[in-house]
Nanobody, 125 residues
Framework: QVQLAEFGGGLVQAGDSLRLSCVVS????????VGWFRQAPGKEREFVAV????????YYGDFVKGRFTISRDAAKNTVHLQMNSLKPEDTAVYYC??????????????????WGQGTQVTVSS
């Protein structure tokens, strides 16, 4: 069974950067698209970014507006989310997840089968 673990959250100030990492284990890394989502208190889980299983395609939520970059490191079974120019409204728990093997990458969280435990990102003003 695929397992995911997120790292890299923390408390930063507005305008700062953070890099989140999602380590994937228990499956063949190259078989899975990996997506990042976030959830703030009282809100639904929101799509942030996704990279396809071949690493050749990416897609971002509208709010990202060029501030975030998703990438995958096949040698380390890891997907990174580089977040720049952070804003207080980016404060949330960030989760990574995978749909089924070889599934087309998707922005719908209901189509994801595996999730990590989440990492808190807090941006102060």
């Amino acid at each position: 069974q695929v397992q995911l673990a997120e790292f890299g959250g923390g408390l930063v100030q507005a305008g700062d950067s953070l890099r989140l990492s999602c380590v994937v284990s228990g499956g063949t890394f190259s078989d899975y698209a990996v997506g990042w989502f976030r959830q703030a208190p009282g809100k639904e889980r929101e799509f942030v970014a996704v990279v396809n299983w071949g690493g050749t395609g990416t897609y971002y939520g509208d709010f990202v507006k060029g501030r975030f970059t998703i990438s995958r490191d096949a040698a380390k079974n890891t997907v990174h989310l580089q977040m720049n120019s952070l804003k207080p409204e980016d404060t949330a728990v960030y989760y990574c997840g995978t749909p089924g093997p070889h599934d087309v990458y998707t922005i719908n969280p209901l189509e994801y089968e595996n999730w990590g435990q989440g990492t808190q990102v807090t941006v102060s003003s």
